[in-house]
């Protein structure tokens, strides 16, 4: 999973992409097919990514509920639409998933907006793991693996709440793609 960032995003229809005409401004990630299980975020609607949604295929978006009430003005009109990103680029939403906390824990519903790592790769990536495991014992696993993995990128681990480890691997996409 990719660290966050905001974007402005636009209606379908809007044709002026200057950022006063943004239906929402939106944290997104780049994140690869099975984050929202191991994060344990629910798929409430469509479809979670696949390897095939690369850039070669359509450019697609799981988003969550209060992503569907800005820009949509429902969840019900959100899965199948599009939106537009501020280069012009067409999304299709594929999937929805529940609200969650992006920035902090006290804030409000954000509207979010996840693409398939292959479609947006990021210069930093947080891979979420979900393990029964103790944390440390985690850790020792996987940090020899990361070298194979990503050999020229250094490896940072934290740990998240129980239900949730989260280990981040700072990396440059081009350098360890």
Known sequence: ???????????????????????????????????????????????????????????????????????????AKTLGGYFKLPDGARVQVVGIVENGKHKNINEDPQPAMFFPLLQAPANETCMVV???????????????????WMPVCPLTCKVGPKRCSRLYLPRVWRLCR
Do not use: C
């Not at 992409?17 to 344990?40: C, I």
């Not at 944390?135 to 696993?141: G, K």
């Open 130 to 148: 979900r393990s029964s495991r103790d944390p440390q014992q985690l850790t020792s696993a996987i940090t020899p693996q990361s070298t194979v």
């Open 1 to 75: 999973m990719g660290r966050w960032n905001d974007s402005n995003v636009f209606t379908d229809q809007t044709t002026d992409l200057r950022p006063t005409h943004a239906a929402a401004d939106v944290v997104t990630y780049s994140v690869s097919p099975d984050y929202f299980h191991s994060a344990g975020t629910a798929l409430l609607a469509g479809r979670a990514f696949s390897w095939n949604d690369d850039e070669k295929s359509p450019r697609v978006a799981v988003v969550n509920r209060e992503f569907g009430s800005k820009v949509f003005g429902s969840s």
